[in-house]
């Protein structure tokens, strides 16, 4: 996962919600896929620059966890699924999953930001 990263990055290829879906999907466990990306790499390749390319890359992904997706990404569902079924009128189903989802999705792309703009988003999808 961190050498796909690694290497969109190098190809300039890299975006932030690239980064915030990594964030949001590893958080608990990215320290451990650090160590084991920086074992791996220098295990497995000859290259000592690649190794510090990794290296480097690493800190980079640490230094945006840090200063910006927890000071700036929303990655908690700014509307629950009870409030969805409230404003769109629609009973318990996987539609309203479904929904939930693409919101968060938009969150982590940083489409949406507020809880009224989460609401305008829903409304939209319907």
């Known amino acids: 996962m961190i050498t796909k990263l690694y290497f969109l990055y190098k190809s300039e290829h890299l975006e932030n919600k690239d980064l915030n879906f990594f964030w949001y999907e590893n958080k608990d466990i990215a320290p451990h896929l650090i160590l084991l990306t920086l074992a791996d790499s220098l295990a497995t390749s000859e290259d000592k620059k690649f190794f510090e390319d990794i290296k480097n890359f690493c800190i980079y992904l640490q230094n945006?966890?840090?200063?910006?997706?927890?000071k700036e990404v929303i990655d908690k569902p700014l509307l629950t699924g009870k409030e969805i079924m409230e404003i769109l009128n629609l009973k318990p189903s996987p539609e309203v999953g479904k929904i939930k989802d693409m919101l968060l999705k938009a969150q982590l792309e940083e489409k949406i930001r507020t809880k009224q703009q989460a609401i305008n988003f829903i409304k939209s999808l319907i």
């Open 64 to 70: 945006y966890y840090l200063n910006r997706y927890i």
